[in-house]
């Protein structure tokens, strides 16, 4: 069984991701889906080889962030990106397609600040919602990958 943190969209708020440190440091896996890659300097800093982020559309660039990640979890492929390219705020299915392309049994994006959790044709489609202060209601995700099996939580940021 492995654990992973999943945060997006913090913007600047580097608080949310220092109230999160702690969490960092005990889970398997850190992932930030962008805008606000260099907010994740100093946890990339201490959790290189667990810790993945993505560029989004109000990112510039950080020598540690992709567009998009690949990233294999007890087995199981998992797509990361922001989500903008896929046109995520209209729509999830261009997203489900390029995971399916991908051979994905997941994708994580960010982008639209409004969590999402849930299953299309045999993919999860996760958003954690918004970390940062562009949203009423703060929020990460917590993701739990157990043999073939991914259960995932979106949790407050209070």
Known sequence: MKTVVVLS?????????EKLFPLFAENDYVIHLGDGNRDMAQAYAAFPGKTFVCRGNCDFSAPYARDEWEIEVEGVKIFACHGHAYGVKTDLAGLRAETVRRG???A???HTHIACDEEAGGVLLFNPGCAGLYTSAPS??????NGDKIT???????
């Open 108 to 110: 994580l994006f960010g």
């Open 152 to 158: 995932a939580t979106v949790v407050p940021l209070l």
């Open 9 to 17: 969209d913090t913007h600047g708020h580097r608080a949310a991701i």
């Open 104 to 106: 994905a049994r997941a």
């Open 140 to 145: 990460y995700g917590y993701l739990v990958v």
